[in-house]
């Protein structure tokens, strides 16, 4: 069995009713591409039958499919990096489980790949999503190319490809709060997107809450730009001088016009709004110092119950 030329990566967590499917078109998808191939699923401590599917497709195509089965809940994008540490191709691609992207769509990925393109991000030509999750995604996008130099159309599509040099400069990051697209986008010298059909979600519910995508943001802004604390500066040197001015205004009501009416009222009300703004500018920091915390405590991403592969 020659060594594989694509390699295609899919993160699982409790995806059960889904994965059949799932293997049974992404196998057909990359069989009619007449290129060697392997798939490796990562189990991210599914909770339901995921991992004995998983299992059944590795003695299935022993030779091309590997499976990563962690022993908890690590997140998407760790689960994803778990299988960039072992991958064998020259091409990557991610995926998701839960068919809202179709694998069909992936020799359009390597169509760009093929002309020369270091990275190729998936574009939802047109999202099946409740009008809820849609616009929270636009926002978050606005604000991320508001405070970072990423560009990048669709964030939240994993449908991508890489060229193996950036996978390995992704590895060997050591990112903690991982965002794998913008990673990519840093480390790739030449980025290119494609549209890509979305499908509706038919089975299973989605592991991304809204609470997950604001956090998920957090990561993504505190992760590669120091924008928030200088805005958070600026923004306290505004209301220094603002609070001088007042002071300076009241104290002259006071003297010259003999008006103190207000003066005590406006002065609580000063000290209320800068103690929230301390309180905003001490959680924005605790997110950068948290950050830190977590690099420098140099704990494993992940640990691996057990992998089933045949490398042979």
């Given at each position: 069995?020659?060594?594989?030329?694509?390699?295609?990566?899919?993160?699982?967590?409790?995806?059960?009713?889904?994965?059949?499917?799932?293997?049974?078109?992404?196998?057909?998808?990359?069989?009619?591409?007449?290129?060697?191939?392997?798939?490796?699923?990562?189990?991210?401590?599914?909770?339901?039958?995921?991992?004995?599917?998983?299992?059944?497709?590795?003695?299935?195509?022993?030779?091309?499919?590997?499976?990563?089965?962690?022993?908890?809940?690590?997140?998407?994008?760790?689960?994803?990096?778990?299988?960039?540490?072992?991958?064998?191709?020259?091409?990557?691609?991610?995926?998701?489980?839960?068919?809202?992207?179709?694998?069909?769509?992936?020799?359009?990925?390597?169509?760009?790949?093929?002309?020369?393109?270091?990275?190729?991000?998936?574009?939802?030509a047109k999202r099946e999503d409740s009008f809820?999750?849609?616009?929270?995604?636009?926002?978050?996008?606005?604000?991320?190319?508001?405070?970072?130099?990423?560009?990048?159309?669709?964030?939240?599509?994993?449908?991508?490809?890489?060229?193996?040099?950036?996978?390995?400069?992704?590895?060997?990051?050591?990112?903690?709060?991982?965002?794998?697209?913008?990673?990519?986008?840093?480390?790739?010298?030449?980025?290119?997107?494609?549209?890509?059909?979305?499908?509706?979600?038919?089975?299973?519910?989605?592991?991304?809450?809204?609470?997950?995508?604001?956090?998920?943001?957090?990561?993504?802004?505190?992760?590669?730009?120091?924008?928030?604390?200088?805005?958070?500066?600026?923004?306290?040197?505004?209301?220094?001088?603002?609070?001088?001015?007042?002071?300076?205004?009241?104290?002259?009501?006071?003297?010259?016009?003999?008006?103190?009416?207000?003066?005590?009222?406006?002065?609580?009300?000063?000290?209320?709004?800068?103690?929230?703004?301390?309180?905003?500018?001490?959680?924005?920091?605790?997110?950068?110092?948290?950050?830190?915390?977590?690099?420098?405590?140099?704990?494993?991403?992940?640990?691996?119950?057990?992998?089933?592969?045949?490398?042979?």
């Open positions: 069995m020659p060594a594989p030329e694509i390699s295609v990566v899919v993160p699982v967590y409790n995806e059960e009713a889904n994965l059949e499917q799932l293997f049974v078109r992404l196998s057909k998808t990359l069989d009619a591409l007449n290129r060697p191939w392997e798939v490796i699923f990562t189990n991210d401590g599914s909770r339901d039958r995921s991992i004995e599917l998983l299992k059944r497709f590795h003695q299935q195509r022993p030779a091309q499919v590997r499976v990563i089965d962690f022993n908890g809940n690590y997140g998407q994008h760790t689960a994803i990096i778990a299988a960039f540490e072992r991958v064998r191709g020259n091409i990557i691609i991610t995926l998701d489980a839960d068919l809202q992207n179709p694998p069909e769509e992936i020799p359009k990925l390597l169509a760009k790949i093929d002309e020369g393109c270091d990275a190729v991000g998936g574009v939802r809820a999750r849609k616009y929270l995604s636009r926002l978050i996008n606005l604000v991320r190319e508001k405070t970072t130099d990423i560009r990048m159309t669709d964030q939240g599509c994993m449908l991508r490809a890489y060229r193996r040099p950036v996978v390995e400069a992704i590895v060997r990051s050591g990112e903690r709060a991982t965002f794998i697209p913008a990673l990519a986008y840093k480390f790739a010298s030449k980025n290119a997107e494609v549209e890509v059909a979305h499908a509706a979600r038919t089975a299973g519910e989605s592991k991304y809450s809204y609470y997950k995508l604001v956090r998920l943001n957090f990561d993504l802004i505190t992760g590669f730009t120091l924008v928030p604390l200088q805005l958070f500066t600026l923004f306290a040197m505004g209301c220094a001088g603002g609070s001088l001015l007042l002071v300076l205004i009241l104290a002259y009501m006071r003297i010259f016009l003999h008006d103190n009416t207000n003066g005590v009222f406006t002065l609580f009300g000063i000290l209320f709004f800068l103690i929230s703004v301390c309180m905003v500018g001490i959680g924005l920091i605790g997110e950068y110092v948290g950050r830190t915390y977590q690099c420098v405590q140099q704990r494993p991403r992940y640990v691996v119950r057990e992998i089933f592969e045949d490398l042979k």
